[in-house]
């Protein structure tokens, strides 16, 4: 049964996927640029699901990690000028190491504190960033010399293929053993332990992959934008849709952290007609869901599959 | 076999500020025994459990496994010295399978292995099979009765192959049936060679499972040896039983009064299809203490909360001649029903002090300070814990602080659903006089809830039996005694 569900979404995907692949073919530039942003949206929400919805911890500053990605990445290319593949990687190693810095007092903590610390993290980023504009460029914020490709679709199959990549490598995490451990840990971590766990232990390591995933990311983005900024990777608004996002998908489910960051993305772009209701209405219909649907979209529909 | 015990705990040692909870505690199981830890609650068995798989670190003491010391090991690396617990509240995965929750337990604890090992598939099944989850194995826990949820967890303790296994309460909630199931598991666990040790209230419970008892009072070994013989040991007696309960005289007969303070006619509810009350009709006079006494799920719980407006009823209820229909449960409150519910609701992370000032919110300071000072004759230990949190209270403790905060609203009306729940028979009886007291001195009209006929009986001016949602009999306690006592159960 869970084998046939589990082959039914994997060719859906693959149909997904395919579709996906072939849309700049016909779509235009714009429309284009508007869906690479949201994949590099979507492997932020599922890094943040791996950590909420498997280890079960709260990170209401997943834009403290894309941030230091982002910014690792945007003042090697543009001080030194050093090649895309490095900074991208000096990113993730930014995020990954300000990951532990973060994550290790703070995962000592318990129940809404280690969100507290998160949050806070963001706020300190935001400054230092502000403090130090001589490299930074402060709130105006930085350009970036080298830009992945100035072609749309080209820009868009990059995004595309690394969104797959990503969802690949999170969504086998999550269904490993070590998934399984880490939604133990995340559910009742005293009985995680004593069936023999270390439980700091596996929600650290969710914590440096879930860094890892988001510093890449927010080092993409930023070679596809050409330029980096608070608003655009640091905000705690940028954070906070990154959560609507893959709690509107589907907490516990990766995937769903994709279709959520694409409907956000992808709807306010629509309904940017509306003027400033825009933002109200996606919020709105992203509220009632998670409100009427705790489980996200794709979690509702996963667990209809199961009940039958 | 070596002569050495399996596991030896030695004066361990357990502080919670100022509260000893466990006190210089020693115990030996042997490879092959079932040693019984039992002792009333609040007594220390079930921290004392927690001490031996790491759970709360011990502050003294030794807890030997095969000779090597754990104490003071986190839980996981002792999980792996070889104790497995099964706990008695427990959440498993949802969205996995029984199998996959089985699995999980023969994990190895590396970051690296991401594929499950072969032959964790086969040995899980026959885990499964073992414990008699063979024929749900792949369906969710959510779909699965409470029984089979315990053998789950029974399943998972043992996946590991532990030298050790300890059960929390191990046939709480089962049915008399799923007892002898689950006590034939539990022998085979012996059979295996395992040293178990069972945790629970009362010798009674786990006498015929267990070859030796060590029974516990305040953190301390009171009585040591076989089932019998801890049952008739001296020391034990006086803690578990008390003096003996008798009825108390009834001064207050002439006290209560013939006009009707509540009265139900023909209430029922339901809830979905299921109808947990039909056509009960009471009544309650003023200054009155009535009983309704049956055994869980005959409806006690919901006749209490259809009074207090928490459920909505079919009938007519009453409450000083105005009808109670249409008023939303703290409009009931205030005219003076409240209701002490079953499971306390007590606001566990504030002080016992707050918790009562918060019953006393709506009185001026004045009449507020006068009723705590009566609550603090009525119940000494709680003027002693003021300023304890109210989570780290014992079940006891908390149930007087229930049932003091009640009182701090000054109710005209007091609803006491079970309060004798999960209670040591000691505690029984320092809550019985309390109740006694609270008849002598005040005005005040109690409408109790309970299975325990013992405790129900001796204060009540009147009893109402109720039995799959109806009463079955109403009448004086002695008629009760006499015409009911023994097909009660």
């Known amino acids: ?83 895309i593949p490095v900074c991208v990687l000096a990113g993730a190693v930014a995020a990954l190491v300000g990951g532990l810095l973060l994550a290790v007092p703070a995962l000592r903590l318990r129940g809404p504190y280690f969100g507290l610390v998160t949050l806070v993290a963001v706020l300190l980023l935001q400054n230092a960033i502000v403090i130090f504009a001589g490299v930074t460029g402060g709130e105006i914020g930085m350009t970036v010399p080298d830009v992945l490709s100035i072609d749309p ?54 914590f440096c992959v879930s860094a890892v995933f988001s510093g890449v990311a927010g080092a993409m983005l930023i070679f596809y934008m050409g330029t980096a900024s608070v608003d655009t990777v640091v905000d705690i608004g940028i954070g906070v849709q990154v959560i609507i996002a893959a709690v509107f998908g589907g907490r516990r489910t990766i995937l769903g952290a994709v279709l959520g960051a694409v409907f956000l993305i992808v709807a306010s772009e629509l309904l940017r007609p509306l003027g400033q209701l825009n933002t109200f209405v996606v919020a709105a219909v992203a509220l009632a869901v998670i409100l009427f649907f705790p489980d996200g979209v794709l979690g509702y529909a996963l667990r209809r599959g199961e009940r039958e | 076999m070596s002569s050495r015990p399996r596991l030896e705990v030695r004066g361990l040692t357990k502080r919670f500020g100022g509260l000893v909870a466990v006190n210089g ?24 459990m927690k001490l031996i798989m790491g759970i709360e670190r011990p502050d003294a003491g030794a807890v030997r496994l095969a000779g090597t010391d754990v104490a003071g090991w986190a839980p996981h690396r002792i999980a792996r010295a070889g104790i497995g617990i099964v706990f008695q509240h427990s959440r498993p995965l949802h969205r996995q399978t029984v199998l996959e929750n089985i699995k999980l337990a023969l994990l190895p604890d590396s970051l690296l292995r991401l594929a499950v090992a072969p032959g964790v598939d086969e040995r899980a099944r026959a885990i499964a099979e073992r414990v008699g989850l063979g024929a749900v194995m792949h369906r969710h826990p959510s779909t699965l009765p409470f029984a089979d949820l315990r053998r789950m967890e029974l399943a998972k303790a043992i996946a590991r192959d532990p030298k050790v296994v300890l059960v929390d309460e191990p046939f709480a909630g089962l049915t008399a049936a799923e007892v002898r199931d689950f006590s034939e598991l539990i022998r085979s666990f012996r059979s295996d060679g395992r040293a178990v040790l069972l945790v629970d209230h009362n010798v009674k419970g786990v006498a015929a499972l267990v070859d030796r008892v060590l029974a516990m009072y305040l953190g301390e070994r009171i009585a040591e040896g076989s089932a019998d013989a801890v049952m008739q040991n001296e020391t034990v007696r006086r803690v578990y039983l008390g003096g003996k309960i008798v009825a108390v005289e009834r001064p207050a007969a002439a006290a209560a009064t013939t006009t009707p303070l509540l009265a139900l006619d023909a209430v029922s509810v339901f809830y979905g299809k299921a109808q947990a009350l039909e056509n009960v009709s009471i009544e309650v006079r003023e200054r009155e203490f009535v009983s309704i ?73 004045a009449v507020r300070a006068t009723q705590l000072d009566w609550l603090f004759d009525l119940f000494p230990i709680l003027k002693s814990r003021q300023r304890q949190m109210a989570r780290t209270l014992s079940g006891g403790e908390q149930q007087m602080l229930a049932i003091a905060r009640a009182l701090m609203m000054q109710p005209k009306l007091l609803i006491l659903d079970e309060p004798t729940l999960g209670l040591a028979p000691v505690i029984l009886e320092q809550l019985s006089k309390a109740l006694d007291r609270l008849r002598q001195s005040t005005a005040i009209t109690v409408l109790l809830g309970e299975q325990n006929v013992t405790f129900a009986l001796p204060h009540a001016d009147r009893v109402y039996l109720l039995e799959h949602a109806r009463i079955i009999w109403e009448g004086d306690p002695a008629r009760f005694a006499r015409e009911m006592g023994t097909g009660y159960l």
Not at chain 1, 35 to 56: I, Q
């Open chain 1, 1 to 83: 049964m869970n084998r046939f569900l589990r082959s039914r979404l994997f060719w859906i995907s693959l149909l997904v996927v395919a579709v996906a692949a072939v849309l700049p073919l016909w779509l235009s530039g714009y429309i284009l640029g508007v869906l690479t942003a949201a994949y590099y949206f979507g492997v932020f929400a599922m890094s943040w699901d791996l950590l909420f919805g498997f280890a079960g911890e709260v990170n209401f500053g997943p834009t403290f990690l894309i941030g230091l990605g982002a910014y690792a990445a945007a003042i090697l290319d543009n001080q030194w000028g050093l090649p």
């Open chain 1, 153 to 206: 679709g080209v820009n868009y199959w990059y995004a595309l293929a690394f969104l797959v990549v990503c969802a690949i490598l999170l969504f086998g995490l999550s269904r490993s053993a070590i998934g399984l451990i880490l939604q133990a840990s995340g559910q009742d971590a005293i009985e995680a332990q004593a069936l023999g766990f270390n439980v700091t232990k596996h929600k650290l390591a969710a």
């Open chain 2, 25 to 48: 505690l020693d115990l030996d199981i042997a490879a092959g025994e079932i040693l019984g830890l039992i002792g009333p609650n609040g007594s220390g068995k079930s921290t004392a």
């Open chain 2, 293 to 365: 006494v049956g055994l869980n799920g005959a409806g006690k719980t919901t006749l209490f909360n259809a009074v207090s407006g928490l459920v909505p009823h079919a009938g007519r209820i009453s409450y000083a001649g105005r009808p109670l229909e249409g008023l939303a449960p703290a409009a009931i409150a205030r005219q003076g029903v409240v209701q002490c519910p079953e499971t306390r609701e007590l606001f566990g992370d504030m002080s016992v002090r707050e918790n009562l000032d918060l019953g006393g919110q709506r009185l001026p300071t």
